[in-house]
């Protein structure tokens, strides 16, 4: 990859698509996680205002802390980008608080975490609404087209994907050729949502280098039965997440309604 002209490229394309929006920058969430960081970075780099978000809920003290140095880097190197911290814990706790009890708090572990990724998604587009900016994606490639993993309305709701055409080992290379700081860098990828410190691979089962091959083969056409081994178990965990999380890389899907009818 030649990464700076690919930097280059991403900066003039968000840019180009704020000027022409007539927007006058760009918010974003930080998480501690190399997306965010260098996404981040690359709006910053447009030299377009930059609001930072820090959006804790029951938030893993070493993310906190990879978000807040990132944005003070940020701060330190261009001068238009802000910080805005909101605790959303009281606001989660509340939500928590006043929906139906259930008899296995188990079973709705995983809509609580998607609810995490929604509250911070209204909150970005109240900033958005209220400076006149854009909100700014932080997914990947093999996150946004690969196994879907992000939640629908919730990190997945923004107004623009800057990385989501590359695979995670160049955002990577990326992150290396900005300076984002090493402890991002060094960081196991996680999505956040947990309270916790599992990890992506945890949760789905593969390695992100093993999903970029999978999606690459998947790309090739290659079926279960051309793997054996390690390799035809990632294939399988690839093609099992692509399959169920369709829904979220394809359209809405619109009821059409036959002209005799109406």
Same mark, same amino acid.
């Given at each position: ?30 998480s501690g996680g190399i997306d965010s960081a ?10 377009? $205002? ?58 709705r572990f995983m809509s609580l975490a998607n ?27 093999? $996150? ?32 290396? @050729?900005?300076?984002?700081?090493k402890d991002i860098q060094e960081a196991a ?38 793997? $054996? ?5 990632? @294939? ?27």
């Open positions: 990859m030649q990464t700076e002209k690919v930097v280059d490229h991403i900066v003039n394309w968000l840019k180009e698509y704020a000027v022409n929006a007539n927007i006058k920058g760009f918010t974003i969430g930080i260098v996404t981040s970075t690359l709006c910053a780099k447009t030299g377009l $205002e930059l609001l930072c978000l820090e959006m804790p809920i029951h938030q893993a003290p070493n993310q906190e802390t990879r978000a807040a140095k990132h944005i003070e880097w940020l701060q330190l190197n261009f001068p238009n980008v802000s910080r805005q911290p909101v605790n959303l814990t009281p606001v989660f706790d509340s939500f928590v608080a006043n929906i139906p009890t259930v008899k296995n708090e188990e079973d609810t995490r990724a929604r509250l911070r998604m209204t909150t970005l587009y109240y900033f958005a609404a209220l400076k006149g900016y854009l909100v700014a994606g932080t997914g990947n490639k093999v $996150e946004d087209f690969g196994v879907g993993f992000y939640t629908k309305y919730g990190d997945g709701g923004v107004d623009l994907s800057p990385i989501a055409d590359l695979y995670k080992s160049q955002v990577y290379e990326i992150a290396k @050729f900005l300076g984002i700081n990828p996680t999505d956040g949502l947990w309270g916790d410190d599992r990890t992506d691979e945890d949760q789905i089962g593969a390695s992100y280098p093993e999903l970029e091959w999978a999606m690459k083969m998947d790309d090739q056409n290659k079926k279960i039965d051309d793997f $054996e081994g390690r390799e035809k178990e990632v @294939f399988k965990i690839y093609k099992r997440f692509n399959s169920s999380n369709m829904h979220k890389m394809i359209p809405i899907p619109i009821c059409k309604i036959p002209s005799t009818l109406i």
